[in-house]
């Protein structure tokens, strides 16, 4: 039946027509942004997740850039304590050397006294971001010898979220505190720690209440290795004992260093690692929202052509149908 009141056939044209603009539209968007997914409205379940792995992705950011941090912080302390090795070496050899009788030992303990200034100058300026990890103060208040890296930012199942820590013990890297010792009343660093002639083999053990400056009364000679002084020794049997008990205590310094520096070492190849294992849990996570929001750009263009062509056949149709009614008029025609 044909009536001018009602079109369907470009009722039908108009709404294939309208289908296609709005599956042309949803395309273009797709490429223009390159998000199959861009807007909750999209696909909420997938924007939703996206969204989080995406704030999940900046807090790793932060954590990387914290092992970066760490690690500075690690190599800093690492050159400080290498540079002081280097020192205290030069120190034993000076000390060797005026083992020998008939030496001007006055003018070896000049050089000694330049090297124990650097020695101090060393582990002051071994400091990262106001952090110093080998000339500390451990009376200041809220002190503490662990320092705490942060490694790493979990999800759990549940979404509860967790920082994890790399923990490191700087107790045995000092080289000098300035804060006292509770059980001994002296300095606990490894180049102020005080040794006696007697006992030169680490810190001497102590009754209770004893202090270490309390048995000079022995006769014994109280030194630390930036403190030392051979100017005065003589080759009597005595100043001999003192001088070969510096070399021992020196020598006692040097195997502690060494090992603070592997322990320095270790901490930094972890940090080295969790620094390199987070980059690859960004990839991942990169790649884990990319399978859900990417737009296939393959698919999108080759969809693009595909839909232009039917908006224009749409067009025709409707045009078509609009037509079809002009007809009618004929039939009134004398």
């Known amino acids: ?114 090297l124990q200034g650097q020695l101090q100058a060393n582990a002051d300026a071994a400091s990262f971001t106001g952090e110093n990890w080998l000339s500390v103060n451990s009376d200041d208040a809220g002190y503490n010898s662990v320092r705490s890296i942060v490694s790493s930012f979990t999800r759990a199942a549940d979404g ?47 009754a209770a209440g004893d202090r270490l400056l309390d048995q000079t009364a022995t006769g014994a000679t109280v030194f630390s290795v930036s403190t030392l002084d051979i100017s005065a020794l003589t080759n009597n049997t005595a100043d001999t004992t003192t001088l070969e008990a510096y070399i021992k205590a020196v020598d006692g310094a040097l195997m502690k260093m060494t090992t603070a520096a592997s322990d320095l070492g270790a901490a930094k190849k972890r940090i080295d690692l969790q620094s390199s294992f987070v980059t690859s849990m960004m990839d991942a996570i990169d790649r884990g929202i990319g399978q859900l929001v990417d737009a296939d750009m393959n698919k999108e263009s080759t969809r ?31």
Do not use: C
């Open 1 to 114: 039946m044909s009536s001018i009141m009602t079109n369907a056939s470009a009722m039908t044209a108009l709404q294939t027509l309208r289908k296609t603009n709005s599956e042309l539209q949803t395309t273009q968007s797709r490429i223009s942004t390159g998000y199959r997914v861009a807007e909750a409205s999209d696909n909420a379940a997938y924007w939703s997740i996206a969204t989080t792995m995406r704030s999940d992705n900046k807090a790793l950011s932060t954590v990387k850039d914290a092992l970066g941090l760490g690690a500075a912080k690690v190599d800093t302390a690492y050159t400080g304590v290498k540079a002081a090795i280097d020192v205290v070496d030069e120190i034993k050899a000076k000390l060797v050397a005026a083992r020998e009788a008939g030496v001007d030992r006055t003018k070896i303990q000049a050089e000694i006294t330049q």
């Open 160 to 206: 509860s979220v967790s920082i994890g820590t790399i923990e490191l013990d700087i107790g045995s890297t000092i080289l000098f505190d300035a804060g006292t010792n509770l059980a001994t009343g002296e300095g606990v660093g490894i180049l102020d720690a005080l040794h006696t002639s007697v006992d030169i083999v680490g810190p001497p053990a102590y």
């Open 304 to 334: 693009l052509q595909a839909l232009q062509v039917q908006q224009q056949l749409g067009i025709q149709a409707l045009s078509i149908a609009n037509s079809s009614s002009q007809s009618i008029m004929s039939l009134f025609r004398s």
